[in-house]
C-alpha cells in the first residue's frame, strides 16, 4: 500500500511538472507568434497572443514588454498609459534583471515623443510622458553607476530628448568610467 502511494504521488508531481513545461513552451510559443503578427502588421491578432503568453506565464518580462510593442505599433491610435502599464508590469516581474531594464528603455523614449512621424527634439515631446521617462533614466542611471553600458544607453536617450543637463552629466560620468567609448560611439558627443 505504502508503495502504491509513493507511485501514485510520483506520478501526480510529474505530470503537474509536465504540465508546466508544456505551459512554458506554449507561452514562448505564443509570444512568438504575436512578434511575428506584429511584423506582419496583424495588429488584433498580435495582441490575441501577446495577451496569451502574459496568461499562460505571467512571470516573464519579456511579454510584457512584447505586448507593449504591439500597442506602440499601433499609435497615434493606442493608449500610452496601456504601454506605461505593461513596461512597468515587465520591471516589476523582475526588478532587477538588467536586461528587462535595457529593453524597455527605447519604449520609454517612444512614450516621451510626441509623433512619430515627425522629427525628434524638444518640439516633438509628449509632455505627460517626458517627466516619466526621465525618471526612469535617472532611476536607470543611478542603480547603475559604475555600468558604462547602461550610462551610454541613457546618454543616448537623453542627447535624443534634449535633456542637455543629464546628458552632459552622463558623458562626464562616461568619461570617468571609460573614455574610450566616446571614441566608439562619436554620435553621443556632437550635439
Known amino acids: 500500500m505504502k508503495r502504491f502511494i509513493l507511485i501514485a504521488l510520483i506520478t501526480i508531481f510529474y ?12 507561452a514562448d510559443f505564443n509570444y ?3 512578434q511575428q503578427l506584429l511584423r506582419e502588421a496583424n495588429y488584433p491578432k498580435a495582441l490575441e497572443f501577446s495577451q496569451r503568453s502574459i496568461s499562460q506565464n505571467p512571470n516573464e518580462p519579456r511579454y ?3 505586448k507593449a510593442k504591439v500597442f506602440l505599433a499601433q499609435l497615434p491610435n493606442a493608449s500610452k498609459d496601456n504601454i506605461h502599464g505593461l513596461l ?4 516589476k516581474v523582475s526588478p532587477q534583471n538588467l536586461v528587462t531594464l535595457r529593453n524597455v528603455a527605447p519604449f520609454y523614449y517612444f512614450l516621451a515623443v510626441s509623433d512619430l512621424q515627425k522629427p525628434e527634439g524638444p518640439q516633438n515631446l509628449d509632455q505627460n510622458f517626458l517627466p516619466v521617462t526621465t ?4 532611476n536607470l542611471s543611478s542603480s547603475y553607476p559604475a555600468d558604462a553600458g547602461v550610462q551610454v544607453l541613457v546618454a543616448k536617450y537623453e ?3 534634449g535633456l542637455t543637463e543629464l546628458y552632459q552629466a552622463k558623458l562626464d560620468k562616461i568619461r570617468q568610467l571609460r573614455p574610450d ?11
Open 64 to 66: 510584457y514588454y512584447g
Open 181 to 191: 567609448l566616446l571614441e566608439w560611439y562619436p554620435e553621443l558627443v556632437v550635439l
Open 15 to 26: 505530470l503537474m511538472f509536465m504540465l508546466e513545461v508544456v505551459s512554458q513552451f506554449a
Open 159 to 161: 542627447k535624443k530628448l
Open 88 to 91: 512597468t508590469a515587465a520591471e
Open 32 to 34: 512568438a507568434y504575436s
Open 135 to 138: 525618471n526612469f533614466l535617472e
